[in-house]
């Protein structure tokens, strides 16, 4: 209580609205936010012989794999050069599955956390998308370092204009993981065999989101479900922009934008009514 106002200068209650963010307040906890990105990518790489240099090893051995798998057996088609084509795949996949899968185990995972201090629980997730999101960087300049190869030497890609929406894309991708995450949190604190499920399910919306095919490469009978995928506007955009070819339509992104916007509201929704009773199930 401030002695000079007589007036409390910290209020927690376990009444609000459900659609709120509390903004405000996650604001005057950025210092928290800051510790536990900050814990996140030390203990990542704590008694690592390699250390960050993970960040490059993954998609590398990633899109090896796809590279011979997928293309060098199976040869299936691909837009543009096949390096570039899986390397865009699995930087933008491996952002969106990392925050999805660490996100849904907030709850069960921070229980002792959460049972001892208060703090808003939406820092929790919040700090989970911008760590991740460090990891992306990392492995985006890589990419870069791929096309601009291409680019300069081998000149079958062509960047166009629409490399400048990646920022926008990231915010959806990091949107619609945050909301998937939430819910599959909030669900997993009830359901906990929901959890189980959900890295088998990770793998399969793989295949169902153009990471390995693109668009134009599926049969006709899956396109209408892949085009319901709200991340196929995301990642055939971020390869048409960077590669210059696939079969990208703006309207893709539309979607991807209202799916987003929606999955995040309900996301919050089950969040904000989830966290006031959450230590009674978990």
């Given at each position: 209580?401030?002695?000079?106002?007589?007036?409390?200068?910290?209020?927690?209650?376990?009444?609000?609205?459900?659609?709120?963010?509390?903004?405000?307040?996650?604001?005057?906890?950025?210092?928290?936010?800051?510790?536990?990105?900050?814990?996140?990518?030390?203990?990542?790489?704590?008694?690592?012989?390699?250390?960050?240099?993970?960040?490059?090893?993954?998609?590398?051995?990633?899109?090896?794999?796809?590279?011979?798998?997928?293309?060098?057996?199976?040869?299936?088609?691909?837009?543009?050069?096949?390096?570039?084509?899986?390397?865009?795949?699995?930087?933008?996949?491996?952002?969106?599955?990392?925050?999805?899968?660490?996100?849904?185990?907030?709850?069960?995972?921070?229980?002792?956390?959460?049972?001892?201090?208060?703090?808003?629980?939406?820092?929790?997730?919040?700090?989970?998308?911008?760590s991740n999101l460090m990891r992306f960087g990392v492995q985006f300049l890589l990419?870069?370092?791929?096309?601009?190869?291409?680019?300069?030497?081998?000149?079958?890609?062509?960047?166009?204009?629409?490399?400048?929406?990646?920022?926008?894309?990231?915010?959806?991708?990091?949107?619609?993981?945050?909301?998937?995450?939430?819910?599959?949190?909030?669900?997993?604190?009830?359901?906990?065999?929901?959890?189980?499920?959900?890295?088998?399910?990770?793998?399969?919306?793989?295949?169902?989101?153009?990471?390995?095919?693109?668009?134009?490469?599926?049969?006709?009978?899956?396109?209408?479900?892949?085009?319901?995928?709200?991340?196929?506007?995301?990642?055939?955009?971020?390869?048409?922009?960077?590669?210059?070819?696939?079969?990208?339509?703006?309207?893709?992104?539309?979607?991807?934008?209202?799916?987003?916007?929606?999955?995040?509201?309900?996301?919050?929704?089950?969040?904000?009514?989830?966290?006031?009773?959450?230590?009674?199930?978990?």
């Amino acid at each position: 209580m401030n002695s000079t106002t007589n007036q409390w200068t910290e209020i927690i209650s376990s009444k609000h609205k459900l659609f709120s963010l509390n903004l405000k307040e996650v604001w005057r906890y950025r210092d928290l936010v800051y510790m536990l990105v900050k814990r996140d990518f030390v203990t990542t790489f704590k008694q690592t012989l390699l250390g960050p240099v993970w960040f490059f090893i993954q998609p590398i051995l990633t899109t090896l794999t796809f590279l011979v798998v997928f293309k060098g057996i199976a040869n299936l088609p691909v837009d543009g050069p096949p390096i570039a084509f899986y390397l865009a795949g699995t930087t933008l996949w491996s952002y969106f599955s990392t925050t999805l899968s660490t996100t849904s185990n907030v709850f069960r995972g921070n229980a002792r956390i959460f049972g001892k201090v208060y703090f808003p629980r939406l820092v929790m997730p919040l700090s989970i998308v911008i760590s991740n999101l460090m990891r992306f960087g990392v492995q985006f300049l890589l990419f870069i370092l791929v096309i601009l190869y291409f680019l300069i030497f081998e000149k079958n890609v062509w960047p166009n204009w629409w490399i400048l929406a990646t920022p926008f894309l990231i915010i959806l991708m990091a949107g619609f993981s945050l909301g998937l995450g939430m819910i599959f949190s909030s669900m997993t604190t009830k359901y906990k065999d929901l959890s189980m499920l959900l890295g088998f399910g990770i793998q399969l919306f793989m295949y169902a989101t153009p990471v390995i095919l693109p668009v134009s490469g599926m049969p006709e009978w899956a396109i209408p479900f892949i085009k319901a995928n709200p991340l196929t506007g995301v990642f055939e955009c971020f390869k048409f922009g960077y590669i210059g070819s696939g079969s990208f339509e703006p309207g893709m992104l539309i979607y991807s934008a209202v799916s987003t916007f929606i999955i995040l509201m309900v996301g919050t929704l089950i969040f904000n009514k989830v966290e006031k009773s959450f230590m009674d199930s978990v």
